[in-house]
């Protein structure tokens, strides 16, 4: 009976989940396959199905372990979410990408939107409308391309450092990050 708390389904879908990480080492997950997958994990397809919809649903799941990760990580540091932009926030943030090099190098790869859903409403809230309000921008049509500038910016920073193998450390890069933002009285 494979049910979910059962450890040889928890071992099943581990097994996928690294499988996955190994495959799009080298090529796109567009191009993984259920069976390329099945191989790898050493795995039937109904044992993939009765995990997974899809691939797409097997790399969903995956991110969702790791930002779940991510936030157990700051609710065990009592860091908060209250603001993405704050420098303890950022290094926490950063060794949270660190320690998950492999995953992010992949998910960053084609990826030009803020990493975290929570993190789009602190960039639109600290870092573009008061920026914006600043320099007398007030049409919010406008105040989007800010957002989309900033949202690229910042993924692509995190997406080289995460290519160049994460050689900065954590300390070394938030300053750079935070100097790549406009200062607002927010920030």
Request: proline share 3%; net charge negative; aromatic share 12%.
């Amino acid at each position: 009976m494979n049910m979910k708390n059962n450890q040889r389904y928890q071992d099943s879908e581990k097994r996928m989940q690294d499988a996955l990480m190994k495959l799009m080492e080298n090529q796109e997950l567009k191009d993984v396959t259920v069976m390329d997958i099945c191989k790898e994990a050493h795995i039937n397809r109904t044992t993939f199905y009765a995990h997974y919809e899809d691939i797409y649903d097997l790399m969903a799941r995956v991110e969702r372990l790791i930002r779940q990760d991510l936030y157990e990580e700051f609710q065990a540091r009592g860091v908060g979410m209250w603001n993405v932009f704050h420098h303890d926030f950022l290094i926490h943030f950063l060794r949270h990408i660190e320690k998950n090099k492999n995953f992010y190098r992949i998910c960053l790869r084609h990826r030009v939107k803020f990493p975290l859903e929570e993190g789009f409403e602190q960039l639109w809230e600290t870092v573009v409308k008061p920026h914006c309000h600043q320099h007398g921008v007030t049409d919010e049509q406008a105040m989007l391309y800010y957002l989309t500038f900033y949202q690229a910016g910042f993924t692509s920073l995190l997406r080289k450092w995460v290519e160049d193998g994460c050689l900065e450390t954590p300390e070394e890069l938030c300053p750079i990050l935070l100097d790549c933002l406009p200062q607002t009285e927010i920030l």
